[in-house]
């Protein structure tokens, strides 16, 4: 999948969000009470995914994780799509990773202001198959920039694999972002392994975005090249999942725009 080469701007900012197929959670009990939401249509469903889309319409690049590509518990409705469309983003691109027809697609999908030159979906490795990286080159083959959208394994052994596959794929990129609900915390040995392997770097450690009623985990994440300035990363106290978003704000080098 390709698209037209666009000058990338000199800031960018972006978000990573894992939404919950759209769905509010406010205490744990909930999970369990409303764990049928997971499975069947629910008319709060659509008015979240409003709210959602209010909230990320300010962003560039907008990293998403546990979407529902169309399917009975989402009403049909590609969720990714629906963000594009509501929050006016020109392009979008999702990735499914646990088809199971017409009772769930599973996906995660990104929203972008600019074109992707190149878009690659990647299979990551793991007992349970299910997880996917979502790459995506921006600007020219010769001065570009990679984004990777991720939602890692609960296994930490997993996750050293998969983040393992994903550092041999942006091995030879310059200017890279990673960004997404990668199930571990900033100093974990796999992602100071991942770290070490590719010298992303997160800016702030320990942002907590889950659980978003009562913040004490920070399982979300989004790294970056040194050659990328970050201006702010923070959290939004914008509890419209069972995660917050964590946003940052990025200056590009001068060969990028």
Not at 243 to 248: A, E, S, V, Y
Request: charge should be neutral.
């Amino acid at each position: 999948m390709s698209g037209d080469i666009a000058t990338l701007p000199a800031t960018l900012r972006l978000m990573s969000f894992n939404i919950q197929v759209g769905m509010q959670t406010r205490t744990y009990h909930q999970y369990f009470t409303r764990g049928w939401r997971h499975l069947l249509p629910d008319p709060g469903r659509l008015p979240n995914l409003r709210r959602i889309a209010d909230l990320v319409g300010e962003f560039d690049l907008v990293g998403l994780q546990e979407l529902d590509a169309g399917s009975l518990r989402s009403g049909f409705v590609d969720q990714t799509a629906f963000l594009a469309r509501s929050a006016a983003f020109p392009h979008w691109y999702h990735q499914t990773n646990r088809p199971l027809g017409r009772f769930a697609q599973h996906s995660n999908g990104l929203l972008s202001r600019l074109p992707a030159r190149e878009v690659i979906e990647h299979r990551l490795p793991g007992r349970i198959p299910g997880r996917g990286a979502l790459m995506l080159r921006f600007g020219t083959p010769k001065a570009e920039l990679v984004v990777v959208l991720l939602h890692l394994a609960l296994s930490q052994r997993a996750r050293l694999s998969q983040l393992s596959y994903v550092a041999e794929q942006v091995a030879d990129s310059d200017h890279v972002i990673v960004m997404g609900d990668l199930n571990c915390h900033s100093r974990s040995p796999e992602l100071g392994y991942f770290c070490r392997e590719t010298g992303l770097r997160e800016p702030l450690h320990d942002l907590p975005t889950y659980p978003s009623w009562r913040p004490a985990r920070n399982i979300d994440h989004i790294l970056v090249s040194r050659s990328l300035e970050v201006e702010t990363a923070e959290v939004l106290d914008a509890p419209l999942s069972d995660h917050l978003p964590i946003t940052m704000s990025v200056r590009l080098p001068a060969a990028l725009h």
